[in-house]
């Protein structure tokens, strides 16, 4: 869920607990610092959040972008990023199992 437009504290421990991943060591990609690769493939990545009422285009288009930068340091595709309110459960199945 977002709590007053962004991640709550599961969704940002998963994104911590994601660090580890990767090693602690610094490379300059692009004028950036990225962790090093630890492993040679990791898994594509996809969010589905949970809207509150307050919730705006602009809050989702924060998190779209921390979303895409965590990925990339995470060295990973974010497939897709949906909101529960405007997809059903099945379409959000039906998406995570064509990828």
Same mark, same amino acid.
């Given at each position: 869920?977002? &709590?007053?437009?962004?991640?709550?504290?599961?969704?940002?421990?998963?994104?911590?607990?994601?660090?580890?991943?990767?090693?602690?060591?610094?490379?300059?990609?692009?004028?950036?610092?990225?962790? &090093?690769?630890?492993? /040679?493939?990791?898994?594509?990545?996809?969010?589905?959040?949970?809207?509150?009422?307050?919730?705006?285009?602009?809050?989702?288009?924060?998190? /779209?972008?921390?979303? /895409?930068?965590?990925?990339?340091?995470?060295?990973?595709?974010?497939?897709?990023?949906?909101?529960?309110?405007?997809?059903?459960?099945?379409?959000?199945?039906?998406?995570?199992?064509?990828?």
């Amino acid at each position: 869920p977002l &709590v007053a437009g962004f991640p709550s504290f599961r969704v940002k421990m998963l994104m911590d607990r994601l660090i580890p991943l990767v090693h602690p060591y610094i490379l300059l990609v692009n004028n950036e610092c990225h962790h &090093v690769k630890r492993y /040679e493939k990791y898994p594509d990545l996809g969010f589905i959040l949970q809207k509150e009422k307050e919730t705006t285009a602009n809050d989702l288009k924060i998190l /779209e972008d921390m979303f /895409e930068r965590l990925s990339l340091n995470f060295h990973a595709d974010v497939k897709f990023i949906r909101t529960k309110d405007h997809h059903t459960s099945e379409s959000i199945a039906h998406e995570i199992s064509s990828i």
